[in-house]
């Protein structure tokens, strides 16, 4: 099978076999924001237009591609919610002469205030993580521009809450005045700590925010080590407000994961990570072949 | 009496009688960024030269113009501190053919866990709050950029905690997914409300964030009106972690107190607001006197 996880900035196929191995993969940076005029049969088929040419199976896609900024909208399906409610809710395309795809929906849930969430793309790492792993699972940790704690029961996604901790950081360093004071440098693993546990004194983040400022600014922190600060507080709030005490899977790009796997740790949880693209291919797979079983 | 409110961006200027009343005012937009070379005294020249060739007495200054970017630094008061303690830290300076200056200094302390705040500027007007209302007064609220709260105590600041809501609100709303869905409008009050209830349904304040925007996404907040209940979310959850529940004086400008005042009432304090520029002139006031009566 070919399957692609196509995002905001980056286009990723693989070729799996039927265990689930990747026996190619290609990326380019032509994610959906990289898409002009809405062509994206073109932007898929410059990437891996001599694949198609072999594939009789529709090809499977996850990610932005299915937002309203997508190719084709793939409306949420709604938590509680298996693999199996996403391979039931796949939305199809054609193309070119006889090309077909297939694009997942993203999943939906409301929070205890009513308040809606949604994830696109997380949804097939997460199943894959839960197939590689097997039903124990019960807490998933994605990481990322926009973090997503996930809670499992029974291999159902039972629901999930955003953290906007990614951006957050980014915004903050790269506009706010906090950004105005820091200095490139090593990774300060000793302030990342200070901040996870800043971020457990206490509910005034606002102002926690500001002491990363203030603490360079009285010589109490370096400006190469503000960053790593801010960051292990951001970190920090996330992983106590999202609660939980079981261990966790955290599925991320190895960078981004040691950071959460360090401050887990801090917090007494016990945390293993899982490589993001593992997951997705794992994913993207057991979401194909449940496609494929419904149809026969 | 001359004095001078110098800010980032502004500079205003107030003859001041002895019963703390304004007898002329003048502002420019020569926030000490806009200083070029450090020529600090023509920038002030070019506002007030006729006003400083008719003044015998050293003008007084407060604001950024004492800090490290400023004219002359003016090293932080440390808490508890009174009006006392800023008129004996006063730093003076000359310039010109027997020009003279008198520059405030801030204020500083630390929290419970230790980690160092400051101000710059609002210890004149708190102070000027303080004179203008009586000893009575034991919690006043700053809005703003860096919004501060402040403990008082038989008159001495005996301490303050700083939060970046204004700087936040601003960096989301232009820097942040959250702004793209944001659309102009007339305030929506109701909005700003739910923002403000929103924060007070526990520490999930990254998660809070993004609900901004799936509510916008899914239909259940009109793109006009997200600003509003993204601004209730940031000062519900400043109010909250600020804790206290006492009566509360807020200085500020009127339509950035009118929020707070609201916020304030919505969590049952009782809350009045106080005009900023009134503030500093009467903190102007004393500390100048104090200044000149300590000289004597």
Redesign the interface.
Known sequence: MIGVDWGITQLRAYQIDSSGAVLASRSAPKGIMAVSGGDFAGALESVIADWLDREAEPILMSGMIGSRQGWVEAAYATCPARPADVAAALVELTWGSGRRGLICPGL?CR???G????MRGEEVQIFGALAWQGDGTAAICHPGT??KHVTIQSGAVIGF?????G??FA??R????LGRTMAEGPVDWKAFDEGVA?AQ???????H???AR??V??G?LLPASEADYLSGM?IG??L???GGNGAVTVIGAPELAERYLRAFKQLGRVARGLPGETATVKGLRLIHDLAINRKR
């Open positions: 939906t929070d205890a205030d308040v809606p969430d949604v926009h973090s809450t955003t953290f906007m901790t951006e957050l915004v903050l790269e506009h706010s005045i800043r004194q206490g509910s005034a983040w606002l102002h925010l500001f002491g203030t603490r600014l009285m109490d951001l709030h996330e106590a407000s999202a």
